[in-house]
């Protein structure tokens, strides 16, 4: 038994898609930050290297025009800074393109992990996190210590590929002293998109380690157990006992609300003793006659207590009666096949009317009321 009860309890079972929508609607998502470096330092360097020449071109005219000044300029304050204003939106306009481009990158990182999430809830504060103590166990657990040690292996990493190109590099470094400005900004460039290269190669290998590894373990902190797969079940579904409560009380509901219109129904057609249905036509709302009420065995009984008891009209009809509670539902209008058979009963009941009023005589009650093949479910089947 306590076997079973702890394997019950083993989150084994894959989340489900409700789990999954819960986690993202509270922001826990598959992210790698790795990626998101790499993604923004690719996108940096490949940029710097379309763009460089029209970059150094803009930078270059910002700084001549910003070094050429005459007397008038260098003695009015107020054409001075108007001058700075011009120059710094030229150096902005200049490097706009760049700072775009990173900001896309920044935004579209998400994308390949994970996707982009606005959670609001994650964003509300939970005062439970301002413990301490829980603030000191959650930077000691297991899972931040191994995020801390990736960390420190990544950028352990990316410093020794960067001393390596730095101490490989020296004397080109030194070199770029001795060439003209020209020609050290184009070596430069070179070897700064060089060393982007690296890192972002050495990042790209940071990555395709990491990505799997949190997808894995979001999809692992996300697995169920038994348990949990059925409450979720339940509140998804509903729990089968109050489901089975609300429909007896809705079918109770009904059957009060179709006993209290039997008073009012013209006539009761009856079996007369297993079927009661009681039938109401309203001229000029409806085309038909229509159905209020109908019920077998105590249900017929009671329906048949109520027409008594509120001088509503009963015709034993039972062909018509086992037709109409088969193939007619409470408050539709009768259908066409039976109309001959239920203007019968109408006209009984309004000579009937007219009787009681002293307007006429008694009428005599229509036996054998027939109704079409097929339609009385109990009537004998010819044998071919």
């Known amino acids: 038994m306590a076997d079973s009860e702890q394997s019950a309890q083993e989150r084994n079972l894959p989340p489900s898609a409700k ?12 992210r790698s930050r790795y990626l ?22 803009a930078g270059r005219s910002v700084v001549t025009r910003g070094l050429s000044f005459d007397a008038t300029l260098a003695t009015d304050a ?78 352990l990493l990316l410093g020794l590929v960067g001393a390596w190109y730095v101490t490989s590099h020296l004397d080109r470094f030194a070199g770029l002293a001795g060439e003209s400005l020209p020609e050290a ?3 430069f460039g070179w070897l700064a998109l060089t060393a982007f290269a690296l890192l972002a190669a050495t990042l790209a290998v940071a990555s395709a380690i990491d990505v799997p590894f949190q997808l894995f373990h979001h999809h692992k902190q996300l697995k169920m157990t038994l348990q949990e797969a059925r409450q979720e079940e339940k509140e998804t579904q509903g729990d089968p006992h109050i489901k089975a409560r609300i429909r007896s009380a809705q079918r109770e509901m009904a059957r009060k609300r179709m006993m209290a219109a039997v008073p009012k129904a013209d006539v009761v057609v009856t079996n007369p003793t297993h079927f009661a249905v009681a039938l109401k036509y309203v001229e000029g709302r409806s085309r038909a006659p229509l159905v209020v009420a109908k019920g077998a065995d105590a249900v017929a009984e ?29 408050g539709a209008e009768i259908p066409a096949a039976l109309y ?27 036996r054998d009321i027939e109704v079409p093949d097929g339609m009385d479910p109990w009537a004998p089947r010819a044998v071919a």
């Open 19 to 30: 789990r999954l929508e819960d986690a993202r609607r509270e922001g826990q998502v598959p």
């Open 36 to 57: 998101a470096h790499l993604l923004v330092l690719g996108g940096a360097g490949g940029l710097f290297f379309a763009l460089a020449a029209p970059m150094l071109a």
């Open 78 to 155: 107020s054409r001075m800074t108007q001058r700075l204003a011009e120059l710094a939106a030229a150096g902005l306009l200049a490097v706009l393109p760049f700072i775009a481009a990173m900001l896309l990158a920044a935004l579209a990182a998400p994308l390949a992990v994970g996707g982009w999430n606005f959670a609001p809830q994650a964003a509300a504060p939970k005062f439970e996190r301002l413990s301490p103590i829980k603030g000191l166990g959650r930077m000691f657990s297991l899972p931040a210590l191994m995020e801390l040690a990736k960390v420190m292996l990544v950028a």
């Open 185 to 187: 900004l184009a070596h």
């Open 302 to 330: 009671r329906i048949k207590e109520l027409a008594r008891e509120n001088e509503v009209p009963q015709l034993e009809a039972p062909p018509l009666a086992r037709a109409l509670y088969r193939h007619v539902e409470i």
């Open 340 to 366: 001959t058979a239920v203007a019968q009963v109408l006209a009984y009941v309004y000579q009937l009317k007219r009787y009681a009023a002293g307007a006429a005589p008694r009428p005599v009650e229509p």
